[in-house]
């Protein structure tokens, strides 16, 4: 490695030093004296670089290591800083390692680059190596690199200091496997507010008995998708057996100069092939047809989870009548719309540039499609009226009378529908979310609140969102409930538009109004604003 590339280790060990040092050992003035007198000689700084009378980096690391530590950080996690900085004494790799791979300042702060991350895949891969015995030559390998974001709330929220809309500097920091959260915060000496660390996840009981549950649906789906393919449509098909001459119409002619003298006759047995003769003239017509055996209600059970005949349901383009073709176009855009909108949103808290991106762009006439995203949802409670609306209506109309039409179906069709799907999604996000991925910000926690414990039968009742966003679960799923609910009301503004359009139309008019007018209370009792704040 060159002078070059141990320049920039002293830039960033000196960041590293300024955070962990004791506040009574290091005058920052002094540190960036050194700083600046090392990148102007562009010397070795762990070898050949000496500042006179000012103390080389070389001491200043030892001024460290005999230093008294802090009494209150775990004293693992602070022998094994002292052994990392030991180890950068004597210029070892994997100790410059975890110093490259801490945060550094970037460029743009006064833009919104609060964001100093670092390197998290080189400090998750770093290995220490330490030497023990009598002649320091026995290595040992007593920890590993482990991330940590260290926080300082720049704009604080009274109400919650963990508030994610808090302006905050994000450091990232490599350091020893042995910290924790705590030893983070005590090590840098109150100069950051809180930490949060990447940890080796072990898989807990909850994780242990989704995935057993979901292996046991998968298997489910492989072998309904084997009966599906090998059972039913290849040893149950219909076969028609050839002709042994001419082939006629099955229903004869009726026109006189048709010859009508042969005609297939077509038996269908139940997984055996029959046969009749019929002698017409001097021609006999042999038609042999076997007939799909009954697959039974287990059989029907197993093809229920077979990816062949969903799949062919799911991407059919076929379209039945009385189906409003058009809604699926209205869907696909508004899904667009949504996802549009989310992909702006989500990277607010880490994005380098985020008051200049959006000073500029909130005068661009464009970008109002963005800005204006919250309400994209509201398409699909329009879709959703519309097909509730379409669909009974027509089944009203269909058996002539209200109290003909099946009420109990219509509520209990609603939640069996959805309520199987949404739980297996709760199943599948809820306990193993944590372990999709990993990265300096992926959540090894979870993102609900205790697993949702306390307050997943809420969603399963379809009333989670009318609890404060601390006691929801997921709580993105708050449409569903919305939904549900708009559905169960639905037939207070159908039945009256089905016995009279007048009466109907007064009766939703008058619904609508009030809605307006209660969104413009709370909005002004609230001080809520029509839109995005910036």
């Given amino acids: 490695m060159g002078p070059t590339f141990r320049t920039t280790v002293l830039l960033a060990s000196s960041m590293f030093m300024l955070v962990l040092m004791p506040s009574s050992a290091l005058n920052y003035g002094e540190l960036l004296h050194r700083i600046a007198a090392a990148t102007a000689t562009g010397k070795d700084a762990f070898g050949q670089f000496d500042l006179g009378s000012v103390k080389s980096f070389r001491a200043m690391l030892s001024e460290y290591v005999t230093s008294e530590s802090a009494t209150d950080t775990d004293s693992l996690c602070q022998h094994h800083i002292n052994e990392t900085m030991t180890a950068l004494l004597q210029r070892q790799d994997w100790a410059e390692k975890m110093i490259d791979a801490a945060g550094k300042p970037s460029a743009g702060i006064e833009t919104g680059n609060f964001v100093w991350i670092g390197s998290y895949d080189e400090c998750v891969n770093i290995t220490a190596t330490v ?7 026995n290595p040992t390998h007593p920890f590993k690199g482990k991330y940590c974001n260290a926080y300082k709330i720049l704009k604080q929220n009274d109400t919650d200091p963990l508030d ?38 072990e898989i807990d009981n909850r994780a242990i008995v989704a995935i057993v549950f979901l292996s046991f649906l998968g298997l489910l789906v492989l072998a309904g998708t084997a009966y599906d393919v090998f059972v039913i449509h290849k040893l149950h098909l219909s076969v028609d057996e050839e002709v042994s001459e001419s082939s006629a119409p099955l229903i004869p002619s009726s026109d006189p100069r048709a010859d009508n003298s042969s005609r297939n006759i077509r038996h269908r047995g139940y997984g055996s092939t029959e046969t009749e003769n019929q002698e017409s003239g001097d021609n006999v017509q042999i038609v042999r047809i076997k007939k799909p055996a009954q697959i039974g ?13 969903n799949g062919s349901k799911i991407l059919s383009t076929e379209s039945r009548e009385g189906v409003l073709g058009a809604v699926n176009g209205v869907r696909f855009i508004s899904m667009s719309w949504v996802i549009l909108g989310h992909s702006y949103v989500f990277p607010l808290n880490t994005a380098s540039n985020i008051i200049l991106f959006l000073t500029e762009s909130i005068h661009r006439l464009s ?4 800005y204006n995203a919250s309400v994209s949802v509201d398409s699909f ?34 939640f069996w529908r959805l309520t199987p799907p949404y739980m297996l999604v709760m199943l599948l996000y809820i306990p193993l979310f944590k372990y999709w991925n990993t990265g300096p910000f992926w959540p090894q926690q979870g993102i609900e609140q205790n697993y949702c414990e306390d307050t ?11 609890f404060p966003m601390t006691k ?8 569903l409930a919305n939904d549900m609910q708009f559905y169960v009301i639905s037939p207070l503004l ?14 939703c008019f008058v619904v609508l109004l009030t809605s307006w007018t209660a969104t413009g209370v709370v909005s002004s009792t609230h001080h809520l604003p029509m839109g995005l704040r910036c």
Avoid at 131 to 136: A, K, V
Avoid at 457 to 466: A, M
């Fill in 131 to 137: 030497f023990t015995g009598p002649n320091q030559t």
């Fill in 494 to 507: 159908l039945i009256p538009l089905y016995l009279s359009n007048v009466v109907g139309g007064i009766i």
């Fill in 297 to 309: 209600v287990m059989g029907g059970l197993l093809q229920s989870f077979s990816v062949y005949t």
């Fill in 367 to 370: 970008f109002m499609t963005i």
């Fill in 472 to 479: 929801q679960c997921m709580g993105w799923s708050w449409y």
């Fill in 381 to 414: 409670f329009t879709l959703s009226g519309l097909l509730v609306g379409y669909l009974t209506l027509r089944e009203l109309t269909r058996v002539g009378s209200v109290r003909q039409f099946k009420w109990g179906m219509f509520f209990f069709h609603r």
């Fill in 456 to 466: 997943w039968w809420k969603n399963i009742l379809y009333i989670n969102n009318f």
């Fill in 164 to 201: 994610p809309t808090n302006v905050r500097l994000t450091y990232g920091i490599c350091v020893p496997n042995s910290c924790s959260n705590t030893s983070i915060v005590q090590l840098t000496r109150g100069v950051f507010d809180y930490a949060n660390c990447q940890e080796e996840l």
